[in-house]
């Protein structure tokens, strides 16, 4: 499966590789562990999706801003690894702001989960935490980090 093709199949773009906010790399590479730092909802230079779960924002919100970070973590991958040279998707880490009552957390971040199965098929199959916080920078309602397995270089 291309993901590139998926994809515009899915009538989908990847949005600009963003650049670290502070002392940080966007994407540490560990032998064969790619790390990707956390990934907001942010559409070249457009901060999308601010506020609380349940309060400013509805669940369906939730679910487009988790798959709007999910297509940056996959942007990050095509600028600094390539998807020719991942073996699959390890884990997920989801966080989230949310008002008192609200408790949709595992909907929302289906978003980003069925978009990493649908773009990279059995590679993007994944363990996940979800994970709600009091504030997240700038007030996103979302933000996500990941880790993927590359092929190793014989």
């Not at 990707?36 to 939730?62: C, K, M, N, V, W």
Request: with cysteine; aromatic share 10%.
């Amino acid at each position: 499966m291309n993901p590139h093709h998926k994809l515009k199949e899915l009538g989908l773009t990847l949005p600009t590789a963003s650049s670290p906010g502070g002392s940080y790399v966007s994407v540490n590479i560990r032998e064969n562990i790619a790390y990707i730092a956390i990934q907001f909802p942010i559409r070249d230079d457009e901060y999308l999706f601010q506020g609380r779960l349940g309060q400013e924002l509805s669940t369906e919100d939730g679910y487009k801003a988790m798959e709007l970070c999910a297509l940056n973590v996959l942007s990050q991958v095509n600028k600094k690894i390539g998807f020719e040279n991942i073996t699959g998707l390890n884990h997920i880490d989801a966080y989230f702001q949310s008002g008192e009552n609200w408790d949709d957390s595992p909907i929302v971040v289906n978003g980003a989960s069925d978009l990493f199965v649908k773009v990279l098929g059995n590679r993007g199959t994944h363990s996940r935490a979800i994970f709600g916080v009091e504030k997240l920078p700038r007030n996103f309602s979302v933000g996500l980090t990941s880790s993927f397995t590359l092929q190793a270089n014989d």
